[in-house]
């Protein structure tokens, strides 16, 4: 089975611009999941949709947002990127709904903030 | 507030050692916990888990222990091997936000040949 994809790998922006990243996951997971790692933070949880509907939301501002299609492939939207937005975004598949869950991450994209 | 947390920043232990890697938690809802290694620029590897109701799990090399009264976690890899070198993380979750991974801050294990 293919892991789980995220495009692009690298992306570079300016500040004010927004940025969209995908994520693929595995074949059968309906659940996805967003992290951000950044040397300050650490890895802190973004949002989890499940079934193209918004489940969990993580402590972010509105900026943040996401969705899920119908295929379980998700995209993530940052929009006006702040300098302090750089970082490791990783997406996170899982089978769901039950409990517990465990979660397989992609490779990340990596931004930089310009 | 850091509700799970690993004070140990790094580690190192000789090829063939047993390495312990330790985690505390303060919230007492948590009832599923991870355990993840990450190489740079890469996302974290899934290794072993462990649910509430156990306290002891093993995979392989990885064992986890669990213990509730003391809100502690600790990952034993016995033997360890060179290429067991990377970021450690452990991670917890509640039931009702099965997907919703609250992780440490890390601990880098050097395995020295």
């Known amino acids: 089975k293919a892991g789980v994809t995220q495009t692009p790998r690298y992306l570079i922006k300016t500040r004010g611009q927004q940025v969209t990243l995908s994520c693929s996951p595995i074949?059968?997971?309906?659940?996805v999941s967003w992290y951000q790692q950044t040397p300050g933070q650490g890895l802190q949880f973004l949002f989890e949709?499940?079934?193209?509907?918004?489940?969990n939301k993580g402590n972010f501002p509105g900026r943040f947002s996401g969705r899920q299609f119908s295929n379980s492939r998700s995209e993530m939207n940052v929009s006006t990127l702040e300098l302090g937005d750089s970082a490791l975004y990783l997406c996170a598949s899982s089978s769901g709904p039950s409990t517990p869950d465990t979660q397989y991450f992609g490779p990340g994209t990596r931004l930089t903030v310009l | 507030d850091q509700q799970v947390k690993q004070n140990s920043p790094s580690l190192s232990v000789q090829e063939g050692r047993i390495s312990i890697l330790n985690c505390d938690y303060t919230?007492?809802?948590?009832?599923?916990f991870l355990w993840y290694k990450k190489y740079p620029a890469e996302g974290p590897t899934f290794l072993i888990s462990i649910s509430s109701i156990k306290d002891k799990n093993e995979d392989g090399r990885f064992t986890v222990f669990l213990n509730k009264s003391a809100k502690h976690l600790s990952l034993h890899i016995v033997p360890s091997q060179p290429g067991d070198s990377a970021v450690y993380f452990c991670a917890a979750t509640l039931s009702g936000s099965a997907r919703q991974l609250t992780f440490g801050s890390g601990t880098q294990l050097t395995v020295l040949p």
């Open positions: 949709y499940f079934s193209e509907t918004q489940r």
């Open positions: 074949s059968g997971h309906r659940s």
């Open positions: 919230n007492s809802m948590f009832d599923y």
